[in-house]
């Protein structure tokens, strides 16, 4: 399973959170990692939640799968506008 990257790219509007730009958390198998200091928004995580799986074995994936073109989510709050960026790392 790849270990997932998760990172603030940029924030267009003004979310709740006390998050910048670069902050960011891990998923590798079924565990989140976040390091100290840095928080997670659960409105953006649930909406990421259902392509983790898929991403983390997305090798095995055939050629052309939309899964593999998918880097970038937004949170679905309107007023944040928080843009997330997902790499594969491991």
């Not at 670069?22 to 659960?42: A, N, Q, R, W």
């Not at 392509?51 to 050629?63: K, Q």
């Not at 899964?67 to 309107?78: A, G, Q, T």
């Amino acid at each position: 399973m790849a270990k997932i990257k998760v990172s603030v790219e940029r924030i267009d509007g003004s979310c709740s959170l006390p998050v910048l730009v670069g902050d960011h958390f891990y998923v590798e198998d079924s565990k989140l990692y976040v390091p100290e200091g840095m928080h997670v928004c659960i409105w953006a995580l649930q909406s990421m939640m259902p392509i983790f799986p898929i991403l983390s074995v997305r090798d095995s994936l055939e050629e052309g799968h939309w899964v593999k073109k998918v880097e970038n989510f937004s949170c679905p709050d309107p007023k944040g506008l928080v843009q997330y960026r997902l790499e594969i790392i491991e």
